[in-house]
């Protein structure tokens, strides 16, 4: 998936991990007082760049208009990638992914201000992903195999999710996650800006129930919207490459260990 | 106003689903107040009546958005809540305990945008109406005394409604204890009241996107720099008034 790097520019100070591979006291010294001073270096030290969503802004049609990506991605998401570094340009915050930005700021529910931001970065990032033109219809392998063990099967799941997202009361998202420590897929409802990775869980796939994410083509008709999603949109080739990396860090089966 | 005939909740649910524009009730009816009616002991609420055509807010709101606003927005929120009062009924009268609590964020969430929305149409008026003219008298003069100017309280409200995060209203209150004006902002629908028991809302504007985003997509500031030229600031005397005699 990709993942906007961070750009660590630093051109008079040094890195705080090299500080202590540093042999000579003089010289250490110098660069001990510098890496203090890093807040006063007026270059900018984090960066986070908009990524494009994974199609043209109008492969969605009919379902998701080109007018709605515009203004979704490029007024709406690009206003938040620009807060963020806003943000950031005077922020001891530098060196971190994207997601371990998310973590960091959200401060275990005292989120900091930067918070909000990188959320949504990463929240619409991966919303676009979750979408494909010519999507929707059945997952397949080892994503259905997976739904049908925690669901019962492939409808009830989608009936739970399309509920879940009927039942959103304001803005929020609904995602599917992987629980890392139940170790089973399960359908989640957050509010405003709140993302699963926060929790340590890995997301699958999300749908945004914010008001702007369907207004325009859908008006106030979110079932269609929700619908149209399952049926249309919905990415199973990115949800079955995020259960592949997922279950690098997940242990989905029963170890299989030989009998002697 | 013509003496609206009680509906029976069949036809009142009917009603509804044909989505009535103005069958549901006559604001003027003055015995149950504005939006109820008396069916078989459980009082349902009802879609108020719009005191003013849907495009008679333009160019501030679009008629298109008054209309959905309306008849989709608020009727959902009227439906629903009358929903969630049945339910509650059913519960309490079995002593269903678990049931009562669960539908209290339903209630909670839909009856606050029936409350919400009901305020809303009465703060809004047409320009040749008076809408946008500043307010007089006393509520004029403790605006002078809490914020310091007009222009200072609406820069302080348009601050608020675009910094809230998510869904919400901004309001302009006045605190019964401290005989204060404050501003507030509440997440969702949640209502003025769960700010503050004391707090009586004289002000609100809708900052949910659905408010605005046909018209000004997702340049809130815009449609907020905007709403003030069709604010009934008449009404806003009325209910100062009342609350400080």
Redesign the interface.
Known sequence: MAMALPLAYASSVVHPFEAGRLSFSTKATKHKKQIYQFRNVTKVLAYYGLTNPPYKLDALEPYMSRRTLE?HWG??HR?YSDSLNKQLANSPLYGCTMEELIKTTFNNGNPLPEY?NAAEVWNHDFFWESMQPNGGRLPWGGVLDQIEKDFGSFSNFRDEFVHSAMML????WVWLVLKTNERRLLIVRT???LCPLVWGDIPIISLDM???AY??DY??DVSKYVNNFMDHLISWHSATTRMVRAEAFVNLGEPKIPVA | MALRTLFTKKSLALASAFRPIAVASAAGDQRLGSGLSQTRGLTVAALPDLPYDYGALEPAISGEIMR?HHQ??HQ?YVTNYNNALEQLEAAIAKGDATAVVRLQ?AIK?NGGGHVNHSIFWKNLKPVNEGGGEPPHSSLGWAIDTDFGSLEALVQKMNAEGAAL????WVWLALDKGFKKLTVETT???DPLVTKGANLVPLLGIDV???AY??QY??VRPDYLKNIWKVIDWKYASEVYEKETA
């Open positions: 203004l007024n709406i206003g909000n009361f304001g803005s929020g509010s405003n800006a914010w008001e702007h207004y325009l008006k106030d | 959905l989709k927005h959902a964020n969430f995060q998510g869904s919400g997440a969702n629908q949910w996107e659905h985003y046909l997509k997702n």
